[in-house]
């Protein structure tokens, strides 16, 4: 290998390293998340948590659109609209934002109570709202980047699964299918997305660009959280 390739390829290593190292600040280590899997949650605060989460799921499709319509690259487009696909299905009762409602009647929320978003936050809103703005006005790297929190998920759902499945048997185990259909989804997807990061964030700038896009995601799940947990502290 010639010198100039190997410390590029250093670099490109190290740039991995540092995205990856920002799973310290994934919102798996947030205390209700924590409660959560310790089975510690009550049914309100499970349902407050599935109802807030409703409106991330369905933001979703709208964020990965962004993305699609900033980038120039077919290549990218082509593999980035399975997301939306994945999200939205192809007919009724398909799809990711249908699973999210299943869990919701598995949880005992009606199918009107999620859509209508009576039980979201202000928190919650404003951060997902956030991260729609942050996909359709940064550049369209830095919104690929955001994404990469999904490095983080798939243990943390194989956790969620599990825990579900030992302290809150009143859940119907069929409301868990969307946590199921992620544990392969999300792998395939962020492999995309690293790939995709790495090679059109190439100058320093771009590549603190698309580390600050990554941390500013995880401070959107977070604050999350925060608002959930204050919000249904005593339920
Ligand atoms: O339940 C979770 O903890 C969790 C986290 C994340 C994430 O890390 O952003 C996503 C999901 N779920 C998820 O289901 C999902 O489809 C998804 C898409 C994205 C994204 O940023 O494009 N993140 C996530």
Redesign the pocket.
């Given at each position: 290998m010639e010198a100039a390739t190997q410390i590029q390829s250093t670099a490109a290593d190290g740039f991995e390293a540092a995205l990856r190292a920002q799973g310290r600040r994934?919102?798996?280590r947030h205390p209700f998340?924590q409660r959560m899997n310790a089975g510690a949650l009550s049914r309100e605060q499970l349902r407050g948590w599935t109802a807030n989460?409703f409106y991330?799921?369905q933001n979703?499709p709208r964020?990965?659109a962004a993305v699609l319509a900033n980038c120039h690259h077919r290549e990218v487009r082509r593999r980035w609209v399975q997301?939306i696909v994945?999200?939205d299905g192809t007919a009724d009762g398909d799809g990711?934002i249908e699973a999210w409602l299943s869990l919701g009647k598995a949880v005992g929320l009606t199918r009107r109570e999620m859509e209508d978003e009576r039980h979201v936050l202000p928190g919650v809103r404003f951060a997902v709202d956030a991260?729609d703005t942050f996909a359709r006005t940064r550049p369209w790297t830095e919104a690929v980047a955001?994404?990469l929190?999904?490095l983080?998920?798939p243990e943390?759902?194989a956790e969620?699964i599990a825990a579900f499945e030992r302290h809150y048997p009143w859940i119907d185990r069929q409301g868990l299918a969307?946590?199921r259909t992620?544990l392969t989804?999300?792998p395939r997807?962020c492999e995309h997305a690293l790939r995709v990061v790495k090679e059109y964030c190439r100058s320093p700038q771009e590549r603190e660009g698309a580390l600050a896009a990554l941390s500013f995601?995880c401070d959107v799940?977070w604050s999350m959280l925060d608002a959930i947990e204050w919000a249904y502290a005593d339920r």
């Open positions: 994934y919102h798996d998340h989460r991330y799921q979703l964020k990965d997301r994945d999200q990711g991260y955001s994404s929190t999904e983080f998920a943390l759902m969620r969307y946590f992620r989804q999300a997807d995601k799940l």
